[in-house]
């Protein structure tokens, strides 16, 4: 059974189905008709039969080799829940105990109370207190809550004690170690807890427990004077007292027409006011600590902020309504129940009256 | 590719195996099987993937299952087109596949190669020559039959010509 080349391809493509056509019958009837041609095929389909199993052999030996037991790893649908399960749960326990740590009265890291520690063990070596606390009155603060936090002793130089920077110092219990970052969690649990202060009160807060210093400060009184009050009489037709009421910002929304009034008449008007002494008011000098400048008035208390005390003031009333005038110039005084800026007289003719 | 698939559809294999009298061997092998008969399939020419590969492996997955199932009820189906080469199948019954399967995995590394890329993986005569860096498709051709004839000749040597008959 020695074959050619030719016999051996056609015996492949035959093998193979793709002998087609003449080629095929012909070949069909060779098959029939001669038995070393049947001997031939039977070999060959023997041979790629082997060759077949050899391979599939090979590439099931490479499968299993790279999918032993431990490429595989199967978890059936119950296991996945359980897992998925206890996952979530260890999960939500590590972000519950990082929101809440344990021993939440202490705030400070193990770095902090090994340094602590340490620093108890030297209190020999520590400052006194006056060198170690500073508190600064002047720090800044905002309009209606002021929270300052005290400077931090960051660093304690002695010659035997080295303390790294986040080390915070106690000595008895006069010195307070301070964290900012402890502060800052103080703040806002203050803050959550409704104990801010209000606006005009200066509060010193200290937690004993904490070993931090918080100090709230807030707008300061400075003194408080009564002054006079002076009714001004308008004896004009509405359509003009319309024109001197000068209302911020409803001036504004008056016609340009409405606001021109003859100069006879502003001089009319002006000879026609006759200020009167109708009351006192009662004026408290405040200090901002933000610096803000206006004031508030409740009708019977009128609150100025960032106004020099020693300044003169006027008041006048005019059609029931307030004016200040504060080194030359004329404001208009609503009541309010907030803070609000003080707002300049413009009218010229409103102007005219005031300056009677 | 091969590992991929197998790991990939493990899971879905075994459920249907076990859920239908299977076992953990039986899984293997099925799997194996599957992902051995999608490769060859996937390298034939006119081959195109018209579901999800998921759904193209639990079918053949499946099928083969079937067909071990069918074995081991002692049922056997007759393939009318295996009936033409029932004389050439007698004549493979008198040789030993095992030592013929030995011959082959002891041939030299390229004409082994060449061999089971052309009539395992199907694998044409182009891609063979650039795989193993032939010059071209005819080179292949040449050397194909060369390599068939040195293991043919090693088979004969092994058999009696009357064996094959």
């Known amino acids: 059974m020695n074959v050619d080349e030719k016999t051996y391809h056609i015996i492949n493509a035959y093998l193979s189905g793709t002998l087609q056509g003449r080629g095929l019958d012909k070949f069909k009837a060779d098959l029939k008709n001669n038995t070393e041609i049947r001997e031939a095929v039977a070999a060959q389909q023997s041979i790629i039969q082997a060759i077949e199993t050899a391979r599939d052999k090979e590439l099931k030996d490479f499968i299993s080799k790279s999918t032993s037991n431990k490429g595989v790893i199967t978890i059936s649908p119950k296991w996945r829940v359980a897992m998925a399960s206890a996952a979530a749960i260890v999960l939500l326990a590590v972000v519950f105990l990082k929101l809440n740590p344990l021993g939440t009265n202490d705030s400070s890291t193990p770095t902090e109370i090994a340094s602590i520690n340490q620093l108890e063990n030297a209190e020999d070596l520590l400052l006194p207190i006056d060198s170690v606390m500073q508190k600064d009155d002047s720090l800044a603060d905002t309009q209606t809550l002021a929270i300052v936090t005290p400077q931090v002793p960051k660093l304690i130089e002695e010659p035997a004690l080295e303390v790294t920077e986040d080390a915070s110092v106690e000595q008895d219990e006069e010195i307070e170690e301070v964290d900012n970052d402890g502060i800052e969690d103080d703040l806002n649990a203050e803050i959550a807890s409704d104990t801010v202060t209000t606006a005009n009160e200066l509060i010193s807060s200290t937690s004993k427990d904490t070993k931090t210093d918080i100090v709230v400060l807030g707008d300061k009184l400075l003194t408080t004077k009564s002054y006079p009050v002076f009714a001004v009489a308008l004896d004009l037709n509405p359509s003009r007292a319309e024109s001197l009421i000068e209302v911020q910002p409803e001036a504004t929304r008056l016609s340009r027409k409405e606001r021109k009034v003859p100069e006879q008449a502003e001089d009319e008007a002006a000879a026609k006011a006759k200020p009167q002494l109708s009351r006192a008011i009662k004026v408290q000098y405040w200090n901002s600590v933000v610096n803000y400048i206006g004031y508030q008035y409740n009708g019977a208390l009128l609150k100025l902020y960032g106004i020099d005390q020693n300044q003169v003031l006027e008041f006048k009333e005019l059609d029931n309504r307030l004016y200040v005038r504060i080194g030359g110039t004329h404001f208009y005084l609503e009541r309010n129940q907030n803070h609000k800026r003080l707002a300049e007289v413009s009218n010229p003719t409103l102007l005219k009256v005031l300056n009677e | ?165």
């Open chain 2, 1 to 165: 590719m091969l590992i991929y698939m197998y790991k990939q559809h493990y899971t879905m294999v075994k459920n249907f195996i076990l859920k239908n009298s299977g076992d953990e061997d039986a899984v293997d092998d099925i799997l194996q099987d599957t992902v051995i008969a999608v490769w060859k399939n996937a390298n034939k020419t006119n081959f195109l993937l018209r579901s999800k590969l998921s759904t193209y492996i639990m079918a053949i997955a499946k099928n083969l299952w079937y067909k071990e199932l069918k074995k081991k009820t002692k049922f056997k189906l007759v393939d009318e087109t295996q009936k033409m080469d029932l004389g050439s199948e007698e004549m493979n019954l008198n040789m030993d596949q095992s030592i013929i399967v030995k011959m082959v995995q002891e041939m030299d590394e390229t004409c082994r190669r060449l061999l089971s890329y052309f009539y395992f993986d199907g694998f044409s005569t182009k891609l063979i020559a650039d795989k193993l860096n032939f010059a071209n498709a005819d080179t292949v051709k040449s050397k194909k039959y060369q390599c068939f004839k040195k293991l043919q000749s090693s088979v004969l040597n092994k058999y009696k010509k009357e064996d094959l008959i």
